[in-house]
């Protein structure tokens, strides 16, 4: 098996598969590249694993997108689809179920925890790419994708209790805004990391973070 040959066939399929500004194929390439960053911290990575783990992370992303039930999970049906593309592909099974794990714990509401190291750092890049200066950017792409307000929300108690599923997904993403993203979950990534290198970064990006909310908070309300 030719690895080398089968990242560029796997990269041109997620390239089809995802078409939403803020999960598209240089999100992947963000994250690929933290992942062989974190790497070089840690022991023992298989990078047969990782790296097609990274590249196919958020290949179901636009299906759970569009999908106005709330009921597809994309990590979910990011797993079955990449089994399919994976074997296709030729892969070994071993391989293709420590990949189909990587993908399916990458996502926070799922209760489905990384155990391998390669699960580790697919889901520590995966979470830094939506802190600091990029994930300001994402936040704001999907803000304009789904048409969200630029709006303080008062009470958030009442919002989550009415736009949110029990176990944290968002029913309707238009009622989603910028600052409940970063108030529900993005200040809290740090804490939810497993690699120290994760934390590391993510300290630094939450830092530039927190200063940007609330300098716009400010502003909004119609401080200079």
Same mark, same amino acid.
């Given at each position: 098996?030719?690895?080398?040959?089968?990242?560029? #066939?796997?990269?041109?399929?997620? $390239?089809? %598969? =995802?078409?939403?500004?803020?999960?598209?194929?240089?999100?992947?390439?963000?994250? &690929? %590249?933290?992942? =062989?960053?974190?790497?070089?911290?840690?022991?023992?990575?298989?990078?047969?694993?990782?790296?097609?783990?990274?590249?196919?992370?958020?290949?179901?992303?636009? !299906?759970?997108? @569009?999908?106005? /039930?709330?009921?597809?999970?994309?990590?979910?049906?990011?797993?079955?689809?990449?089994?399919?593309?994976?074997?296709?592909? +030729?892969? @070994? !099974? *071993? /391989?293709?179920?420590?990949?189909?794990?990587?993908?399916?714990?990458?996502?926070?509401?799922?209760?489905?925890?990384?155990?391998?190291?390669?699960?580790?750092?697919?889901?520590?890049?995966?979470?830094?790419?939506?802190?600091?200066?990029?994930?300001?950017?994402? /936040?704001?792409?999907?803000?304009?994708?789904?048409? @969200?307000?630029?709006?303080?929300? @008062?009470?958030? %108690?009442?919002?989550?209790?009415?736009? *949110?599923?029990?176990?944290? #997904?968002? +029913?309707?993403?238009?009622?989603?805004?910028?600052?409940?993203? &970063?108030?529900? $979950? =993005?200040?809290?990534?740090?804490?939810?990391? &497993?690699? !120290? !290198?994760?934390?590391?970064?993510?300290?630094?990006? =939450?830092?530039?973070?927190?200063?940007?909310?609330?300098?716009?908070?400010?502003?909004?309300?119609?401080?200079?």
């Amino acid at each position: 098996m030719n690895s080398e040959i089968n990242h560029k #066939r796997i990269i041109e399929i997620v $390239k089809n %598969n =995802l078409t939403c500004s803020a999960h598209n194929l240089d999100h992947v390439f963000r994250v &690929y %590249n933290l992942c =062989l960053f974190i790497a070089k911290y840690e022991e023992n990575v298989d990078l047969n694993v990782l790296i097609p783990s990274a590249l196919l992370h958020d290949i179901a992303r636009v !299906k759970e997108s @569009q999908d106005k /039930t709330g009921v597809i999970d994309h990590s979910a049906l990011g797993s079955s689809m990449a089994e399919d593309i994976l074997k296709d592909l +030729k892969y @070994q !099974k *071993t /391989t293709i179920e420590k990949i189909k794990h990587c993908i399916l714990t990458h996502r926070f509401r799922t209760g489905n925890e990384p155990t391998s190291i390669e699960a580790k750092i697919l889901f520590d890049s995966d979470k830094l790419d939506i802190i600091g200066a990029s994930g300001i950017a994402r /936040t704001f792409m999907l803000a304009g994708q789904f048409g @969200q307000r630029l709006e303080i929300i @008062q009470d958030l %108690n009442h919002y989550l209790e009415h736009n *949110t599923t029990e176990n944290g #997904r968002i +029913k309707d993403v238009s009622k989603h805004n910028p600052f409940i993203e &970063y108030e529900i $979950k =993005l200040k809290k990534i740090p804490d939810k990391l &497993y690699t !120290k !290198k994760g934390k590391e970064i993510a300290n630094e990006r =939450l830092k530039f973070m927190d200063d940007y909310f609330d300098r716009l908070k400010k502003e909004i309300n119609g401080f200079k």
